[in-house]
């Protein structure tokens, strides 16, 4: 294995890292304030539905991203609407959100795009910086990525920050470990809530977005594939903490990067056994870290003022 | 004690409730309450479960609000509509459950709700900790975190968390029912030093040895009314004990004496040959968390004998029940019960089969299931051994038996076939206790069997457990009520901190002692 081969599969497994941190990382947030949303998934499709349709009608990758978010605000919005306000079981809202993405992305797109088999999709250009992009090895590996995945390592930091460091965090974490104390504080319990949940959407349409404008460029049914539960595989095997959220990301997305690289070298295995992988990796992740102690105290359960 | 009672007339009282009723339905829980606190004065506000002092509590702090009256706040009538409103009119409250986050620092904790939603100042924040807890003499960490302290630091963290607002009246809801004898003491200093700070306390509680430790004036509520309101040093024991269960401060009369409040004279000591029943040996436990609960435990339990084992919470005791009712095998060492060995098969099912009954502490979680019928819940501890049918439920003799022992325990219920949530906690703690008295069990685990009781459930409570301990019963009886100890137990064994004190007879110790002893010290 040279280090040309490394270097590759370093660097797109930052990439294929990514979607899943934006993903992870507003179901973090989510989780934290006590809401579980496994509707990530739905919430992806209908980001890199929405991020398509919008950059191509804008012209720009940008105005296709700002749907995405709006879009995932909106269907975080709808799953908080259940989940926090009717107190609807979430998992049921969270899957309801699942055919519900995967139903209005695939409509959505023969819709729009029906009879047009090919088109340009103005997507996301990796940022040249220049002589720093031409290094050998940190160059490929650091300084040669598209500007949402630095937006994402900031946001993991500053996440971070917000959740440990400030007041903010501080009634996030109450209101996902003892929701009652928060609201004997004041707060208002089903409003913050709310609002995490919202933001979860809007992190998992840039996650969608990403996928389909930077990653690839165009939209294919179901593309997201699965990417939105090994998001939330992120969350529980990163101990709920953003910064933990980053590395486990980029672990997922070299184990990607890894087992497409991989198919070529070993062609009498099937390459379904390749695809796998990562989500094996989930599963081992999963039971490993399934009884950690920050697992939010109130996670899943709706707040009734009694 | 200070008195601060001849001043009344001269100082505007911090809160003033004026013939407030509230109705839940058709249940009246309060009615026509008049109650007056001045600042600096310390008043218990006492009652049988169900008179109506929740409810007050509740009306005072926002939870709820009352269907008439006037509640007045230093001389002005106000309207409280909600926690946030109590506290911003200067009431605060420790709730009996506590509101804390488990993963937070005492720091935090006074944070929440109250810091922006920006930076988090910590210098400042522990500063006003320590500046809180120096005025009241209290000891505290402002690092620590919530999850690692005891009961008694968590209290003191809710105790701080209203303090660090202006709060003019502290109500305390059941402070001491959870501490050990010594954090009752620091509690009460506490107290003390917020009454010379002119802060008014109202005390809700069970205990009449509160009232007589700390208080200025004792509040007596009987089916929702106010029946005495007499400062400490006119009233007694009895008197208070007779207007909390007849409503009259008249002497209680001879049939309603409590059965709890006398001792009983031991109608025969455990005969020496009686047989071993419980046979406990050097028993190591651990916690679900790991850390080690018990260690070098031995005791026996023989016939006819009741065991007390003392202790404040979280010292073992309910890992010590879980194991004996064959829930955990031990970490090390032995016990065996009824020819069952914890070397050989031992399981809830086989210790049943063997003749053990196991009243649990958290009834709730473990003794019933609220949603189904009385009925139902009787055929829970019995099913394996099929006394009602094997595949099909004999559910006529579940009703039956169900039936009896509503009138045998005066169980007060619609029938056998209401959801047993809807009871009183007294009255599903007597149809658990019925459910594993049922087939004549050899040994009783009788975890807190009387908590949270009203003191006339408490009696029966205690005499069903000595009718059982005279028909031949082997009980551990797990307390942290040293006059229920003294009541009931022929010998007592003490957990504390991981280690274990006697067991030693009754008739040869005092409750000082034990008091020590679950305080730690030797």
């Known amino acids: ?59 720009s990758p940008w105005g296709g991203l700002l749907a995405a978010i709006l879009g995932g605000a909106a269907l975080g919005l709808l799953h908080g609407l259940f989940a926090v306000r009717l107190k609807v079981d979430q998992i049921v809202s969270g899957l309801a959100l699942i055919l519900l993405g995967l139903g209005l992305s695939g409509f959505g797109y023969r819709l729009v795009f029906a009879g047009q088999p090919s088109m340009r999709v103005p997507g ?79 992190m998992a349409g840039i996650g969608g977005a990403y996928l389909s404008t930077a990653q690839l460029a165009g939209f294919v049914e179901d593309m997201v594939a699965g990417r939105g539960f090994i998001a939330i595989a992120c969350v529980v095997f990163a101990r ?27 062609p009498q295995v099937p390459y379904q056994f390749f695809v796998t992988l990562p989500y094996v990796l989930a599963l081992v992740a999963l039971a490993g870290a399934a009884r950690s102690s920050n697992l939010p105290a109130a996670l899943t359960q709706p707040y009734r003022k009694s | 004690m200070m008195q601060t009672n001849h001043a009344a007339h001269t100082t505007v009282p911090v809160l003033e409730l004026a013939h407030l009723s509230k109705s839940y339905g058709e249940v009246r829980a309060v009615a026509g309450l008049s109650l007056s606190l001045n600042p600096g004065e310390v008043v218990a506000l006492l009652g049988e479960n169900g008179a109506g002092k929740s409810t007050v509590v509740n009306m005072i702090t926002g939870m709820t609000r009352p269907n008439s009256g006037q509640i007045r706040v230093r001389g002005k ?10 506290l911003d009119r200067g009431i605060g409250v420790v709730h009996q459950h506590y509101a804390l986050v488990g993963d937070f620092t005492v720091a935090e904790t006074l944070a929440l709700g109250r810091a922006g939603p920006g930076r988090l100042n910590r210098q400042a924040l522990h500063a006003e900790v320590r500046r809180v807890a120096e005025r009241i003499g209290m000891q505290i960490e402002a690092g620590a975190l919530i999850g690692s302290l005891d009961v008694a630091g968590q209290q003191r963290v809710e105790i701080l968390k209203a303090l660090s607002r202006e709060v003019g009246l502290l109500v305390l809801d059941e402070p001491t029912a959870v501490l050990s004898p010594e954090d009752v003491a620091r509690l009460f200093d506490v107290v003390r030093a917020l009454r010379a700070d002119g802060v008014a306390i109202l005390m809700v509680t069970h205990r009449l040895a509160d009232v007589f430790a700390v208080c200025d004036r004792a509040a007596v509520m009987h089916s929702g009314q106010l029946v005495c309101d007499l400062p400490v040093m006119d009233v007694t024991s009895e008197g208070l004990i007779s207007a909390m269960i007849s409503g009259s401060t008249d002497t209680v009369q001879e049939s309603e004496r409590m059965p709890g409040d006398v001792m009983p004279a031991r109608q025969a000591a455990p005969a020496n040959d009686a047989p071993t029943r419980v046979s406990v040996r050097d ?19 023989r016939a006819g004998e009741i065991m007390a084992l003392a202790g404040v919470d979280g010292n073992g005791q309910s890992e010590l029940v879980q194991c004996l009712a064959g829930v955990n095998l031990p970490d090390g060492g032995t016990a065996e019960i009824c020819n069952c060995s914890s070397d050989g098969p031992w399981s809830p099912r086989v210790l049943r089969h063997a003749g053990v009954a196991h009243v649990p502490d958290d009834r709730r979680r473990q003794a019933i299931i609220s949603d189904l019928s009385l009925g139902a819940n009787m055929i829970l501890s019995h099913v394996f051994s099929r ?22 325990y005066d169980i007060r219920t619609t029938g056998p076939d209401q959801p047993i949530g809807r009871l009183s906690g007294g009255n599903q703690q007597k149809l658990v206790l019925a459910r594993e008295l049922l087939a004549g069990p050899k040994v009783i685990l009788a975890a807190h069997p009387s908590r949270g009781l009203d003191i006339r459930t408490i009696g029966a409570v205690q005499n069903i457990l000595r009718q059982q301990r005279d028909a031949g019963a ?16 022929d010998r007592v064994v003490v957990l504390a901190a991981g280690g274990a004190f006697g067991p030693v007879d009754m008739a040869q110790t005092d409750t000082a002692q034990i008091g020590a002893w679950m305080a730690g010290h030797t």
């Open chain 1, 124 to 202: 996301f250009d990796r940022l040249d910086l220049g002589v720093l992009s031409d290094l050998p090895l940190l160059g490929p590996l650091l300084f040669s990525h598209h500007a949402l995945a630095y937006l994402g390592i900031l946001l993991a930091v500053g996440l971070w920050w917000i959740m440990t460091r400030t007041g903010l965090g501080l009634t996030i974490r109450a209101v996902g470990e003892n929701p009652k104390a928060a609201d004997s504080a004041g707060i208002d319990v089903d409003k913050v809530r709310m609002l995490c949940t919202i933001f979860g959407g809007a």
């Open chain 1, 1 to 59: 294995m040279d280090l040309m081969f490394l270097t590759g599969l370093l660097a797109s497994g930052v990439r294929f890292a990514i979607p899943l941190l934006f993903a992870a990382l507003g179901e973090t947030i989510g989780q934290k304030s006590g809401v579980l949303n496994v509707g990530l998934e739905g919430i992806m499709l209908v980001g890199a539905f929405l991020a398509v349709a919008f950059s191509v009608a804008t012209g």
């Open chain 2, 387 to 408: 006394r009602y049918g094997r595949a099909m439920l004999d559910w006529s003799r579940a009703r039956d038996d169900t039936s009896r022992a509503i009138d045998e």
């Open chain 1, 240 to 266: 709920w903490n953003p910064l933990g959220v980053l590395a486990v990301a980029l672990i997922f997305g070299i184990a990607d990067a890894a087992q497409i690289r991989l198919q070529p070298f070993f």
């Open chain 2, 77 to 86: 009538e106000v309207l409280i509509a909600s926690p946030r409103d109590a």
């Open chain 2, 474 to 489: 082997a009980i551990l009886l797990v307390s942290a009520d040293l006059d229920e100890i003294r009541a009931l137990a």
């Open chain 2, 283 to 301: 028993l190591a436990l651990r916690r679900a968390n790991g850390s080690q609960a018990v260690q070098g435990l031995s005791f026996d339990i």
